[in-house]
C-alpha cells in the first residue's frame, strides 16, 4: 500500500480507445482515484499527529505508557470528532462510483452496439 493513504494503488490498462465515451470514463477513474487518495493522505496525516500528541501528553504527565484502554479512548474520540467528515466522504464516494458505473455501463453499450452494426 501507499505510505502516506494506505491504500493499494490501482493498476490499470487503458487500450487505445479513442471514444469520446471512453476517455470520460477513464479520466473519471483517474480523478476519483486521485481524490481518495488526496483525502486518506490527508486524513492519516492529521490523525498520526493528534496520535502522537496524546502519546506525548500522556507520557510527559507522567505515564511511562499509554495503555491500550487509554488508547482506545483516544480512537473513540477520532472517531467522533471525524464521524461528519466521514459521512461526507462516503456519501461523495457512493455518487462519484455512481458516476464510474454509469459511464462504465455506457461505454459496453457503445462497444455491443459497434459490435452489432460490424456484423450487420
Known amino acids: 500500500p501507499d505510505a502516506q493513504s494506505n491504500l493499494r494503488p490501482y493498476v490499470r490498462h487503458?487500450?487505445?480507445?479513442?471514444?469520446?465515451?471512453?476517455?470520460?470514463?477513464?479520466?473519471?477513474?483517474?480523478?476519483?482515484?486521485?481524490r481518495n487518495t488526496d483525502f486518506w493522505t490527508?486524513?492519516?496525516?492529521?490523525?498520526?499527529?493528534?496520535?502522537?500528541d496524546f502519546i506525548r501528553l500522556h507520557k510527559e504527565s507522567g505515564t511511562?505508557?499509554?495503555?491500550?484502554?487509554?488508547?482506545?479512548?483516544?480512537?473513540?474520540?477520532?472517531?467522533?470528532?471525524?464521524?461528519?467528515i466521514h459521512i461526507m466522504y462516503n456519501i461523495s464516494w457512493y455518487l462519484k462510483n455512481f458516476d464510474i458505473l454509469t459511464l462504465a455501463a455506457a461505454v459496453q453499450l457503445q462497444r455491443l452496439l459497434a459490435l452489432a452494426k460490424?456484423?450487420?
Do not use: C, P
Not at 469520446?20 to 473519471?28: F, I, V, Y
Not at 487509554?70 to 467522533?80: G, I, P, V, W
Open 14 to 34: 487503458y487500450g487505445d480507445e479513442g471514444t469520446r465515451l471512453a476517455r470520460s470514463l477513464r479520466l473519471k477513474r483517474i480523478e476519483v482515484e486521485a
Open 42 to 52: 490527508k486524513h492519516n496525516k492529521r490523525f498520526y499527529e493528534e496520535k502522537e
Open 64 to 84: 511511562s505508557e499509554v495503555s491500550a484502554d487509554q488508547m482506545s479512548h483516544f480512537y473513540k474520540a477520532s472517531l467522533d470528532k471525524n464521524w461528519r
Open 118 to 120: 460490424r456484423r450487420s
